[in-house]
Every structure is written in C-alpha cells, then in structure tokens.
C-alpha cells in the first residue's frame, strides 16, 4: 500500500534560518505532490503543488522539490519567522475509482524560535 | 467568499448514541470530500462526492457511517451507533474541478467527535 513517510515528528529550528522538511513515499508514483500547512484547531490550508515534471517550486519565501527517482519532495522555508511555526503535511492524490482522494503523512511540526 | 464550514465544532457523545455531522463546501465546489484524523495518526480519506452522488466511499471503515450530500450541496456524516473507536477529528474539504490545475483542496475546521 501507498505510504508517505515525513522525516521528523517536530523541528526547532532559529528565527531566519532555512527550515526543511523532507517527505518519503513508496509503492506510489503520483502525477504530482502537495503541501499543506495546519495551524492548531485549524483544518490544513494548501500552500504548494508540484507536478512529476517539475523539479523545482517556489512561492514567496517558500520553495518545493520534486525527486521522482528518489521518491522525495523536499519543502524548504526560507528566512523563517516565528508565524510560520505550524504543522505541516505532504499530501499525495489517489486516483483510484475516479477519485482524487488525498493520502497525508503525519506531519511535521515545525517551531521558530525567536 | 466564505470557506468551507463545519458543524458542530465538538461533540461530546456516549457509545451507543448516534451523531450528525455537517459539513457546507464553498460555492460552486462539485468535489466534496471527509476526512478523519484518529490521535497520533495521520489524516485519513472517508469518501468522495461529485454533485450529490457517491464517487469513492472506500475510506469509510463500516456500514456504522452513512453520508449524503443533499442536492450537491452541504453534506452530512451520520454515525450511528457510535464506538469509542469513531473519536477522532473529521474534515470536510471541497475542491472546484479535478482538471486543469484546481487540484487543492479547502478544508473545513473539523468537528471533533469525542465517544466516551
């Protein structure tokens, strides 16, 4: 079965410094690959996609990697403050049966310290 | 434009009893889908509506859950009877059109069902 593995459970990383979180998957080969940030109390909120044929993403402050071979996306937040202090989740679609369901990792909370 | 909402927020039920979520999806959203998040596990697919039918319900764990989505519009998750095992938070997303790029998803607040 599909699986999505994110590298750690929590990350502390120091006010402006880069925060990079890492997301593993196996026995899936998905068109494309989401992140999501979630605040406590608070459903996801959708910050990036990537598809298979793009290497690399950008929004802002935030950039997305795509490794098909590795089966790795990489989600590096730049210049981090302590407002990007969050969950966040990679999420991969499921198109089985015509539907676009979401398969999630567990997340990493992710803390910047002042 | 309003997001999707949820409601209740929390729900506090007895096993045995029944419990009806409901789940209103931002205008226009043909796709609508549940989630459920079980403590110190990850979010988890329940089903898939396109308008008011059923596209894939192959997350629903048992014949205890019944959705509907009423007129392809808000959309209610019925537990009943409730296990100590349905506690959990459950989301509710919409999402525009499976093509093109409108690929994300909104996600409601969640409820969360607590069975005690």
């Known amino acids: 079965s599909q699986k999505i593995e994110q590298n750690s459970e929590a990350l502390n990383i120091q006010e402006g410094k880069t925060a990079t979180l890492t997301c593993n998957y196996t026995?899936?080969?998905?068109?494309?690959l989401q992140w999501y940030r979630q605040d406590p109390g608070r459903g996801p909120v959708f910050l990036l996609l990537?598809?298979?044929?793009?290497k690399e993403k950008r929004k802002e402050r935030l950039k997305v990697t795509f490794d098909t071979t590795l089966k790795q996306s990489l989600f590096h937040i730049t210049a981090s403050q302590p407002a990007d202090s969050a969950t966040y989740l990679c999420?991969?679609?499921?198109?089985?049966?015509?539907?676009?369901?979401?398969?999630f990792g567990k997340g990493t909370k992710l803390s910047v310290i002042p | 434009e309003a997001g999707v909402t949820q409601f209740p927020s929390h729900s506090v039920i007895e096993k045995g009893q029944t419990v009806t979520l409901r789940c209103d999806p931002i205008?226009?959203?043909?796709?609508l889908y549940w989630y459920r998040r079980v403590m110190g596990k990850e979010i988890k697919f329940l089903l898939h509506?396109?308008?008011?039918?059923?596209?894939?319900e192959s997350g629903m764990p048992n014949n205890r859950f019944l959705a509907e989505r009423t007129g392809g519009t808000y959309s209610t998750l019925k537990v009943q009877p409730a296990e100590l095992e349905d506690s959990g938070v459950y989301f509710c997303?919409?999402?525009?059109?499976?093509?093109?790029?409108?690929?994300?998803?909104?996600f409601g607040p969640g409820t969360r069902l607590t069975v005690t």
């Open positions: 509506f396109v308008k008011e039918s059923k596209q894939d």
């Open positions: 997303a919409s999402s525009q059109d499976r093509t093109g790029d409108l690929f994300e998803q909104y």
């Open positions: 026995n899936y080969s998905p068109a494309y």
């Open positions: 999420a991969l679609p499921y198109s089985g049966a015509g539907s676009y369901q979401l398969t």
């Open positions: 205008s226009g959203h043909d796709n």
């Open positions: 990537i598809r298979e044929n793009e």
